[in-house]
């Protein structure tokens, strides 16, 4: 049987994500770091979709191999389970510009990052707008999401890096 190109670098893929995870050398992880480790894989499942992905193993014991995860990807990937792009948060957020300048409220952000979906901490939302260094109250839509996306990628340039040895 021959593996497609695109398989084979899914499985080396999962295979270093579950090694890095992986705290008794078994070549397993825990149930409880699917999600982590699906999102190193730069997918992006919600937490129902972890629970629902997790439910299979029942035991707290149980400890999964690359077998086992290579299917949750290929099917998460078939469903489109990825990073949104900048155009996407961008009309997003422009749904919170209630004047059409280009800036959506602290308030408004807030609520959205901290109470909806998979929600930030309040530390981690504080840290992004110190970051975003919002004037009177408001934050630039398109720097937000520069910001967001652009710490997506050079998350994904740095792993091309350290894969490709430079």
């Known amino acids: 049987m021959s593996v497609d190109i695109h398989e084979s670098d899914c499985l080396d893929d999962i295979k270093e994500v579950v090694d890095f995870y992986d705290t ?40 999964l191999t690359v077998e086992n995860i290579a299917p949750i990807v290929k099917d998460l990937r078939k469903e489109g389970v990825r990073d949104r792009s900048e155009a996407e948060l961008c009309g997003f957020l422009e749904n919170f510009d209630w004047d059409n300048s280009g800036f959506v409220s602290t308030a408004d952000l807030r609520h959205l990052l901290t109470r909806c979906g998979e929600p930030l901490s309040g530390e981690q939302y504080e840290q992004l707008i110190r970051e975003e260094r919002a004037e009177e109250g408001r934050v630039n839509i398109a720097e937000l999401v520069r910001t967001i996306c652009g710490k997506a990628e050079e998350r994904a340039h740095k792993e091309q890096r350290r894969e490709g040895g430079e």
Request: aromatic share 2%.
């Open 24 to 63: 008794k050398g078994d070549g397993r992880i825990r149930v409880d770091q699917l999600g982590t480790c699906l999102r190193c894989l730069d997918l992006c499942p919600t937490e129902a979709q972890i629970v629902q992905l997790s439910q299979q193993w029942t035991d707290p014991s149980n400890r």
